[in-house]
């Protein structure tokens, strides 16, 4: 069953009401209160241009273990090279507009509609969403974004334009920043690689309760 949110009211429907592929509910706004609401409830906006706000709780998750991360040799060798400089927070808007160049899969265009850039600079304002940068000689080269709930980064978009950039960062923000888990929300091969992993929302929503 698909909900319709009331535009005042920042509640969310149980996310074990979500339809087979995820969709919880439709509607409602991209303001900071639902938002940090809706993260920590395990639910996220994924929708386009052409759509409504559409909210999201899928029944199973792609999430990476910090302690479990997987480095392999090549990658070592590219961490211990100090080609890059990686930092925190120093360029959110400069990563979110890079991110909202990609494409989700089975997605035409961009998911990151300037709306949900707008949105998500506001969170980071409130010290909510986070950016890791990577550097080149004073070029951003790579970086993501995401969303702090507790202990929980959950991981929104990520960008590279240099070869281990991107997996550079989320090297970086599984070794330092103290989180529990990392949800990367859609599977792929290379985060497979470095250790990311399917486990059940019930499971997930532990990880925010706690």
């Known amino acids: 069953m698909i909900f319709k949110l009331d535009e005042k009211d920042t509640l969310f429907p149980p996310p074990e009401l979500a339809d087979d592929d995820g969709l919880l509910a439709v509607g409602g706004d991209l303001s900071p209160l639902r938002l940090i609401s809706a993260y920590s409830q395990g639910i996220f906006p994924w929708y386009s241009d052409e759509t409504p706000i559409l909210w999201y709780s899928p029944h199973e998750r792609f999430v990476l273990f910090p302690q479990k991360v997987k480095i392999s040799r090549s990658m070592g060798q590219v961490i211990r090279s100090g080609k890059f400089s990686i930092t925190l927070n120093k360029a959110f808007e400069d990563v979110i507009k890079e991110c909202s160049g990609k494409t989700r899969q089975d997605q035409d265009g961009t998911w990151i509609t300037q709306d ?48 281990n950039a991107s997996k550079l960062a989320l090297i970086w923000l599984c070794q330092t920043q103290g989180y529990h888990l990392i949800d990367c929300q859609i599977e792929s091969e290379h985060l497979t690689r470095l250790g990311a992993e399917i486990i059940s929302r019930e499971e997930y929503l532990k990880f925010l309760a706690s």
């Open 116 to 163: 949900m850039q707008d949105a998500y600079i506001r969170l980071h304002s409130l010290g909510v969403a986070h950016s890791v940068e990577v550097w080149n000689e004073g070029n951003l080269v790579g970086g993501l974004y995401g969303v702090s709930a507790g202990k929980v980064f959950c991981g929104e978009s990520m960008f590279s334009h240099a070869s």
